[in-house]
């Protein structure tokens, strides 16, 4: 106590702090020895601080070698992929390829041995009180045992119509759908026997949507299992896909199936393959199905941009066209799909799918420029394609510009044209496209000329491109060919839908047996 009371006497006279304030024994210990606690506690944040920057730092330099690995990897696979490009274009015979870069536009063209299509029937009556968007035709075998051809036409006023034209002669009992396994056309291995083909349709069925939503599209299915042979599926404005059998089709009554699509979005486009598959194209995708199997869909193909045509020209070989889209929702579901990784990303491309790999077997640009005519709804970028003798035969066409190929040579068109021609002279802008799905030999196009004449434009690949022109009265917007009773070119058939809803019918003809070309139409 004695201490004590020194040392505080002795802090107060050596400071000048009064001995009652003066710290008690030991705390002024304590404070230097916190003192020193902060300092090292600020010393190894400090420390930690640039270490941290440190680990930083090099994290970056190796995801930035990481990013130049992918790269140059990337380049080599580029830069093998155009060695073999090379290669492969430099083994290709140069008479595979017809090019028109630009086709003269000279009375020559429609000299009197060229094929072109004679106008032979129209309905009296409008079956569709808005546009049609679609037609598709199978042959199937009717209740009195001979062939006949069934046709569905979907439209914005909510409608599949169901037609049926008849032949008076018989041919094998065998039903040939759009999704024949042997050959992938609209007509199989058989064609319909010689008749009175010329007659107009009947019609014998109409579909409704459930509340009025328009048909995109409509498609036969074959099954030979099922009552009638063939089931229709239908598409559009809502996000299912609605499947008829033949015998609700002929009661009027409602859907027996509907599938629902992923990311609840419309299809645009379907395509079908027997026995029981079918693929629809949903915005930025292509979804496969089973129709035993209608809760999910098999598979799902990713695509760069929005899928608006497909296409199933033999079995497993699937080509779908695939376009930039003005819509918000695709666009955001593009970015959402990865698609700028694509070097197709923002193009307007061809793929090719051999449905039994994991992934496409490639892609190439649909179109190399800006098409010309009238860009607008009504000339979209068209694909087609038919299951020929020579390998399949795709086309595309925009605007005015046309292109096919070979898929043997897929690399390079078998014909490329920027400009078709026209008999008198206007510019072409195409509406509405369909190969002869027989043997490939002939292609229809729907066309507007200038801005005030519309007709049918028939291409021949007969050696060259040759074409063969029809004037209508009003611009067609849906074209088929239905089956004729050989596989000749000559006795190909057509029908027609046009903008205002008449469906009517052309024969194949020279121009030497034409006199009046022009369709009028009733009313």
């Not at 400090?46 to 270490?51: F, R």
């Not at 990713?302 to 695939?322: G, I």
């Not at 800006?370 to 068209?382: C, F, K």
């Not at 026209?422 to 510019?427: G, L």
Request: hydrophobic share 40%.
């Amino acid at each position: 106590m004695a201490a004590a009371t020194w040392l505080g006497t002795s802090l107060a006279r050596d400071t000048g702090v009064p001995s009652s304030l003066a710290p008690p024994p030991g705390l002024e210990c304590e404070h230097s020895c916190a003192q020193h606690a902060d300092e090292y506690i600020d010393d190894l944040a400090h420390q930690a601080a640039i270490l941290f920057q440190q680990v930083q730092e090099t994290h970056k330099a190796e995801a930035t070698r990481a990013r130049r690995a992918v790269l140059t990897h990337r380049l080599q696979v580029l830069e093998r992929l155009g060695t073999a490009h090379a290669r492969l274009l430099a083994e290709t015979r140069n008479d595979d390829a017809l090019t028109f870069s630009d086709v003269p536009v000279a009375p020559e063209l429609f000299d009197e041995s060229r094929l072109a299509v004679r106008p032979t029937w129209s309905l009296e009556e409008k079956t569709h009180m808005d546009k049609v968007n679609s037609l598709d035709c199978m042959v199937c075998v009717g209740s009195s045992g001979t062939n006949k051809a069934i046709l569905a036409s979907s439209s914005e006023d909510g409608t599949v119509v169901l037609y049926e034209q008849d032949w008076s002669e018989i041919s094998h009992p065998t039903c040939m759908g759009s999704s024949d396994t042997k050959s992938g056309s609209n007509f199989g291995g058989n064609v319909v026997p010689r008749g009175d083909g010329s007659q107009a349709p009947v019609q014998f069925g109409i579909l409704c949507s459930e509340s009025g939503e328009p048909f995109h599209v409509a498609r036969f299915l074959s099954m030979p299992g099922v009552e009638g042979g063939w089931v229709i599926l239908a598409a559009g404005g809502m996000s299912s896909v609605a499947l008829w059998t033949a015998e609700a089709a002929a009661k009027f009554a409602g859907a027996d199936e509907y599938f629902p699509m992923a990311q609840a979005a419309p299809a645009n486009d379907l395509a079908t393959l027997a026995p029981s598959s079918f693929a629809a194209a949903v915005d930025c995708s292509v979804q496969i199905w089973d129709i035993t199997l209608p809760t999910r869909p098999l598979r799902t193909l990713p695509h760069p941009e929005a899928v608006s045509v497909l296409r199933l020209p033999q079995p497993n070989l699937l080509l779908s066209l695939s376009c930039p889209s003005t819509s918000e929702t695709v666009r955001k579901v593009s970015s959402s799909s990865d698609s700028n990784s694509d070097i197709y990303s923002g193009q307007t491309s061809v793929t090719v799918w051999d449905l039994r790999a994991s992934r496409f077997a490639c892609r190439f640009p649909a179109i190399t420029q800006t098409p010309g005519g009238n860009r607008d709804v009504d000339s979209p970028t068209l694909m087609d394609a038919a299951s020929c003798t020579g390998g399949p035969l795709l086309a595309v066409a925009a605007g005015s510009s046309f292109r096919a190929w070979e898929l043997r040579h897929a690399l390079r068109p078998l014909l490329d044209c920027e400009r078709l021609p026209s008999s008198n002279d206007k510019a072409v802008t195409v509406t509405a496209m369909h190969l002869e799905p027989t043997n490939g030999k002939l292609v229809a196009l729907g066309c507007r000329w200038g801005s005030d004449d519309s007709g049918v434009l028939l291409g021949n690949f007969n050696g060259a491109l040759q074409f063969g022109d029809c004037p209508t009265s009003r611009v067609p917007l849906a074209l088929c060919w239905t089956p004729a009773h050989s596989a000749k070119a000559s006795d190909a058939r057509l029908a027609v839908f046009d903008e205002d809803g008449w469906f009517f019918g052309f024969d194949v003809a020279t121009n030497a047996n034409l006199h009046d070309l022009a369709v009028a139409r009733p009313g």
